[in-house]
């Protein structure tokens, strides 16, 4: 099992950047793929980006290609997710999840650990 905090979050201009972490319990991290999602207001749990276990490939939602990056680091047991060029609308609650399964995909259900989300909000 491992457990999932993220941190990071805070109030930004449209344009400007932010980085959230998310730092994971336990000595087996580098066996879960991870994921970031999004939830605002009103809305349901959206993808932003994944990272798998071992070759750590990537995918990301349309909606954030060219200006979100995930990366992991292994021996810290962290994952990142850099935004860059932030617009009003990534305005929400961004959420770490893991899995054990060689993984990168949007189904959220295939996720199995989530953390409590850390708040963005990005005024125009």
């Known amino acids: 099992q491992v457990q999932l905090v993220e941190s990071g979050g805070g109030v930004v201009q449209a344009g400007d950047s932010l980085r959230l972490s998310c730092a994971a319990s336990?000595?087996?991290?580098?066996?879960?793929?991870m994921g970031w999602f999004r939830q605002a207001p009103g809305k349901e749990r959206e993808f932003q980006a994944a990272?798998?276990?071992?070759?750590?490939?990537?995918n990301y939602a349309d909606s954030v290609k060219g200006r979100f990056t995930i990366s992991r680091d292994n021996a810290k047991n962290m994952v990142y997710l850099q935004m860059n060029s932030l617009k009003p609308e990534d305005t929400a609650v961004y959420y770490c999840?893991?899995?054990?399964?060689?993984?990168?995909?949007?189904?959220?259900?295939?996720?199995?650990?989530w953390g409590q989300g850390t708040q963005v909000t990005v005024s125009s």
């Open positions: 990272i798998t276990r071992s070759n750590g490939r990537t």
């Open positions: 336990g000595r087996t991290f580098r066996w879960y793929s």
């Open positions: 999840a893991a899995t054990t399964e060689y993984y990168s995909g949007s189904d959220r259900h295939n996720y199995d650990y």
